[in-house]
């Protein structure tokens, strides 16, 4: 695939979170200060939140990595949609806990002999819980309870809770005064500006061994930065099929065409919901029996689906001195079609390589009658 045509050593825009591919862009290393900040305090919570897609567990995941937390013991619950009591035996799970059946009494008191017995070792226990504006308000309260657990006079454990900006607003409530006050530290880490877009993209395929093969020109860059505002997932999702239709397409050199031919396709995905490859698979195989069978209209006489959208993120926890209050930042072009999990419609990895393939034969087919 792309990989080898354009020499590199493996995929530089995969959509699973990889802390090796972690970039030093000024949102987020002012979001690993304050997570720094947070983890040597060795106590209270911890609120990281951000767009779907922003890195924010790929950030946790390069805090994790570092010095300051090779000593912790680490429980990360990703399912979040639980009662009370499940997530208190998904917390007691995700430690190594053994449950057999224990009430909710036991459960609690097995859980605070761990964290002492951890404490007593010179490690520290840390609770990660991702996707927290799922949470439902009794289990948010239940961690809150777990926070009370010391040695009297020392923290036993810290609670790091990541999630989507609307789970700020679930913070300011009144119902939850007494968890504001116990948070240390908080970030809203914002999407990459146009500049950090580009360095982004050079980063990722660099760190595969990339040698400016491809070239993206500038209005390459540009068009990328209005499409996705700066939001890493869709970054890479894009920057993904960017490639490879230069791979099918067997260019060297990618540009603001290139970037929009690419887009055209990826809103079609998402709006008929399945693949474009089968009408393209019709129109190659009608040209090779002789048909003159064509689309009615070229692909270049099309515009997007899609509609930008501009819309802004205030920080509403305001007057609350423990939570760090974010600059308003207005985030314009985003893709109205394009879904939270940035997900492709399409039933098979092949549909997209006979899309691309029969695309590219029709387009070799007009230049040879030309």
């Known amino acids: 695939m792309y990989v080898d045509f ?33 983890l040597s305090k060795g106590e209270g919570f911890v609120v990281i939140t951000g767009e779907v897609g922003a890195g924010k567990t790929t950030l946790i995941d390069q805090l994790l990595s570092s010095p300051n ?36 009494a036991e459960l609690l008191r097995q859980l605070e002999a761990f964290l002492l017995q951890t404490y007593r070792t010179g490690k520290r226990a840390i609770i990660i819980v991702d996707e927290a504006q799922s949470l439902k308000p009794s289990a948010l309260e239940e961690l809150r309870m777990l926070s009370n657990f010391g040695t009297g006079s020392e923290p036993v454990l810290q609670l790091f809770l990541v999630g989507q900006p609307e789970f700020r607003r679930l913070l300011v409530s009144d119902d939850f005064e007494q968890l504001r006050q116990r948070v240390i530290a908080s970030y809203h880490l914002w999407p990459l500006d146009a500049a950090d877009t580009q360095s982004y993209i050079e980063h990722r ?24 505002a700066g939001v890493p997932r869709k970054i890479n999702r894009l920057c993904d099929r960017l490639l490879l239709f230069g791979y099918l397409e067997e260019k060297h050199e990618l540009t603001l065409a290139d970037v929009e031919e690419v887009l055209i396709d990826l809103d079609e995905e998402m709006i008929l919901g399945q693949p474009a490859a089968v009408d393209d698979s019709a ?8 048909s003159s069978g064509r689309r009615s209209a070229d692909r270049e006489s099309r515009q997007p689906v899609g509609t930008d959208v501009a819309g802004s993120l205030n920080n509403k926890i305001a007057g609350e001195p423990s939570i760090h209050k974010a600059e308003e930042a207005t985030v314009g072009d985003l893709d109205a079609k394009e879904n939270a999990s940035g997900s492709v419609k399409f039933n098979e990895f092949d549909d997209i390589i006979r899309h691309f393939e029969a695309k590219r034969w029709r387009k070799n087919s007009r230049k040879d009658g030309d």
């Open 69 to 104: 937390a090779r000593s912790a013991v680490v429980a990360k619950i990703n399912n979040t949609q639980l009662e009370s009591d499940d997530l208190l035996r998904m917390v007691a799970s995700a430690f190594g806990i053994a449950l057999s059946g224990a009430n909710k």
């Open 205 to 228: 395929l660099t760190h595969v061994g990339w040698r400016g093969d491809p070239r993206l020109t500038a209005e390459a860059y540009d068009k990328i930065f209005a499409h996705t």
């Open 6 to 38: 354009y020499g590199l050593k493996g995929f530089p825009f995969q959509l699973t979170p990889d802390c090796r591919f972690f970039f030093d862009s000024r949102p987020h290393r002012k979001a690993m200060a304050y997570l720094t900040y947070g």
């Open 283 to 290: 129109d190659y195989a009608n040209e090779t029996t002789g």
